[in-house]
Nanobody, 125 residues
């Protein structure tokens, strides 16, 4: 069982930066791949970024490439999403998720077993 708690969301102006974090409980954190997803009002949840169990493989959706970076610290049981050059269209609730497995990280929410409660990120124009 893994429990995930996001933090670090907030209000930022367009062009600004924000880092959201997700702290996990459980002793097997390093055996999970981790992902960030987001959901804007009236829209479906969409993939943002994912990282493999050891951080060796990372993927980002095209719309955030070059602006967002996912990373993890297995010693701290934490995954991060550094968001730079934020745009109003990045406004959403951001969720972290964990999926059990040693393989590459997945970009579909169906492959994730545990989810956090979400943290709101609002980018003003």
């Amino acid at each position: 069982q893994v429990q995930l708690v996001e933090s670090g969301g907030g209000l930022v102006q367009a062009g600004g930066s924000l880092r959201v974090s997700c702290a996990a409980s459980g002793r097997t954190f390093s055996s999970y791949y981790l992902g960030w997803f987001r959901q804007a009002p009236g829209k479906e949840r969409e993939f943002v970024a994912a990282i493999s169990w050891n951080g060796g493989i990372r993927s980002h959706v095209d719309s955030v490439k070059g602006r967002f970076t996912i990373s993890r610290d297995n010693a701290k049981n934490t995954v991060y999403l550094q968001m730079n050059s934020l745009k109003p269209e990045d406004t959403a609730v951001y969720y972290c998720a964990a999926g059990a497995g040693w393989g590459p990280p997945r970009d579909s929410p169906h492959f994730y077993d545990y989810w956090g409660q979400g943290t709101q990120v609002t980018v003003s124009s």
